[in-house]
């Protein structure tokens, strides 16, 4: 299983960002997938997540409005479109295969993910 996260970068406060996965080495349109981050000195925290097929989506209570995750099963790709951003969506983006299609009231844990991408820095200046 590879995870190849792409597409961060800097960006000013109030930009967008749309961040790619690409996917290899299993059947991605079995699994769900999910974005997370990692700010310095916190804990990676739950983003987002989308099942199978793209039919289901969750995210975290904080960020729902400016994020979009989407997928495109034909392409092996996971999409996270981030709008508004502000110098607190500062982190390390990672996406993440989940143990499964179909997303549960657990998906926003770390624990439900079994492969994880190597992430991308998205820098957001005030």
């Known amino acids: 299983v590879q995870l190849q996260a792409s597409g961060g970068g800097l960006v000013q406060a109030g930009g967008s960002l749309r961040l790619s996965c690409a996917a290899s080495?299993?059947?991605?349109?079995?699994?769900?997938m999910g974005w997370f981050r990692q700010a310095p000195g916190k804990e990676r925290e739950f983003v987002a997540a989308?099942?199978?097929?793209?039919?289901?989506?969750a995210y975290a209570d904080s960020l729902k409005g400016r994020f979009t995750i989407s997928r495109d099963n034909a392409k092996n790709t996971l999409y996270l479109q981030m709008n508004s951003l502000n110098p607190e969506d500062t982190a390390v983006y990672y996406c993440?295969?989940?143990?499964?299609?179909?997303?549960?009231?657990?998906?926003?844990?770390?624990?439900?993910?079994?492969?994880w991408g190597q992430g991308t820095q998205v820098t957001v200046s005030s």
């Open positions: 993440a295969q989940r143990r499964g299609g179909f997303l549960r009231q657990s998906s926003s844990r770390l624990a439900e993910y079994a492969y």
């Open positions: 989308i099942n199978w097929d793209g039919g289901s989506t």
């Open positions: 080495g299993f059947t991605f349109s079995s699994y769900a």
